[in-house]
């Protein structure tokens, strides 16, 4: 008995009979006598479709409006939680993000969470409720709703198992855990029984989105134990913790990121301080760069290409265009069809050959590689993204068969 933090994703909550199969999860885990927070996301693709309505009426809509709209799915999917939970004879009450406590920064589209103030949950848990609590959004200091960015409502359910040390944080989704790649594009995929936060964090943020990489962060912040595990079997998940004196995983999983784009800008003059100014100009209006290659021209010139998230490659052409207007023969060039294929592993820097055997496992498939970047845990390479399936799997069999 203790306290115990569900959050249940899009796919779990998407029509009546999903909805009913939740409160079942969550009334049983509270007949067991523990106290019961759950934080839930909108249904099925609920924010896909509200983004859709936006930008069908405005592409330049403010993202202070946007945080108001995306908002509302969440507040769709806590109340019809809590009515289904009711119609059960349960006590119950559904709170939003700013009655929950949730205390962001400043920032539309992707607040951080500052702070939780959960004594409106602990008054709710007193009079024996269960608490519903809409994920994904919080109210900054504006008085405004502000949203935590897509696959947010992890991060509101790893915050509130830190802010009330909860005795357990269940993230409930449509697969059976962490698999070593994307369990719905690679057959062969292998659900990882415990996995640490390192190499979880690294996973996530190379696009593996089963667990959004903020909540993945916060959970090693806080030390929160996260287990990742499906709605729909009744099955162990994978435990998401901090793996000490474990011998470390030379490879735990692939990942892909297809929301990237390349960008080059070719004949920049080959002298000192160039690439300084061109990437300070994009950093100056928050736009974060990936890998980065720059290629030795003729006459001295060289090309840049780097990577951008595809949100911002517009914000960059223009800036970018901008700032080289009056260099001779310069262009700025870019391509959104393309995606980073990632391996990671905390243990890859001690063992030699790594790298090469991606490589191999990409030249078997006839992938071509368009740029490669790498660090102590990671090997990422950019391709064509109608590669990516492809690579995916090829990469995966090279290491886990
Ligand atoms: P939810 O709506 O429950 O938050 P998401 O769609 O955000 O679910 O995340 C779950 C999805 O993440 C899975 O359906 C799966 O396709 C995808 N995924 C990507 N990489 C992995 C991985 N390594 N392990 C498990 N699932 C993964
Ligand atoms: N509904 C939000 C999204 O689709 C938040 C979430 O699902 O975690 O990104
Ligand atoms: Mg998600």
New binding site residues.
Partial sequence: MGLIVQKF??TSVSDDQRIFNVAKIVTKAYSQGNDVVVVV??QGS???DLIAKARGINMHASKREMDVL?SS??QISVSLLAIAIESMKFPVVSLLGWQAGFHTCLTYGSAKIEKVDSHRIKKELDKKNIVIVA??QGINECSDIT??????????AVAIAAAMNADACRIYTDVEGVYTADPKIVKNAKKLNIIDYDEMLELSTLGAQVL?NRSVEMAKKYNVEVEVLSSMEDVPGTVVKEMKNVEKRAISGVAADNNIARITVTNIPDKPGFAFKLFSKLSANNIMVDVILQSHGKNNLNDISFTVTNDCLGDAVNILKKYTGNWENSEILYDENVSKVSIVGTGMETQVGIASKMFEALYEAQINIQMISTSEIKVSVLIDSSDTNLALNSIHDKFFR
């Fill in positions: 994703g899009g996301s909108a609920t924010t896909d995306l799915g969440e994920g994904f949203t935590m960015g897509r696959g947010g409502s992890d991060t509101s959004n």
